[in-house]
């Protein structure tokens, strides 16, 4: 199926010597994939491998797999899975981070940073959020339609003199 090598075979579950090897095997792979597209994916296996252990480590290769392949969907579900792991305010700046290096806004992620406003109270910020996901004419309508009435919510729950 892949021509990169290692791109295939287990995540490495056992102990941690079968998990350093088969991270090293995927940096192997990483550096020897010509595809920006194939080394996105090998970068969010490596992530995938390492969240458990290492989550800087884990961190950074999504880092390198945003900045090869950012619009790519199992870059978004990667990220996604690592910062649900977080509290919310490193979520909230992981996911900025990321997101600014996009070149195309990534609608999961500015939802997940809207939420994570409203998890810390930041009632104002989440409707904020919400409301520039649904301004956003890049995003798909239904994205910004939902974008919309979740900023709507979020507003009724604001003081009236704040609105």
Not at 37 to 44: E, I, K, P, S
Not at 61 to 66: H, K, V
Not at 144 to 149: D, E, F, G, I, T
């Given at each position: 199926?892949?021509?990169?090598?290692?791109a295939q075979g287990s995540k490495g579950g056992g102990d941690g010597r079968s998990v350093s090897a088969r991270a090293e095997q995927l940096r192997?792979?990483?550096?020897?994939?010509?595809?920006?597209g194939q080394r996105a994916r090998l970068h969010v296996q490596l992530a995938e491998l390492l969240r458990a252990r290492d989550v800087p480590a884990?961190?950074?290769?999504?880092?390198?797999?945003?900045?090869?392949?950012?619009?790519?969907?199992?870059?978004?579900?990667?990220?996604?899975?690592?910062?649900?792991?977080?509290?919310?305010?490193?979520?909230?700046?992981?996911?900025?981070?990321?997101?600014?290096?996009?070149?195309?806004?990534?609608?999961?992620?500015?939802?997940?940073?809207?939420?994570?406003?409203?998890?810390?109270?930041?009632?104002?910020?989440?409707?904020?959020?919400?409301?520039?996901?649904?301004?956003?004419?890049?995003?798909?309508?239904?994205?910004?339609?939902?974008?919309?009435?979740?900023?709507?919510?979020?507003?009724?729950?604001?003081?009236?003199?704040?609105?």
């Amino acid at each position: 199926m892949s021509a990169a090598p290692g791109a295939q075979g287990s995540k490495g579950g056992g102990d941690g010597r079968s998990v350093s090897a088969r991270a090293e095997q995927l940096r192997r792979a990483v550096a020897a994939a010509k595809d920006a597209g194939q080394r996105a994916r090998l970068h969010v296996q490596l992530a995938e491998l390492l969240r458990a252990r290492d989550v800087p480590a884990a961190r950074e290769a999504l880092r390198l797999a945003t900045g090869e392949a950012p619009g790519l969907p199992a870059v978004t579900m990667a990220v996604l899975a690592l910062v649900r792991t977080l509290p919310a305010k490193e979520r909230i700046e992981l996911l900025d981070e990321l997101g600014a290096a996009s070149a195309a806004p990534v609608p999961a992620w500015a939802a997940a940073v809207a939420e994570a406003h409203a998890e810390l109270g930041a009632v104002a910020l989440a409707a904020e959020a919400w409301l520039t996901l649904g301004r956003d004419e890049r995003v798909p309508l239904y994205r910004r339609r939902v974008a919309a009435r979740k900023a709507e919510e979020r507003a009724g729950e604001l003081a009236p003199e704040t609105r």
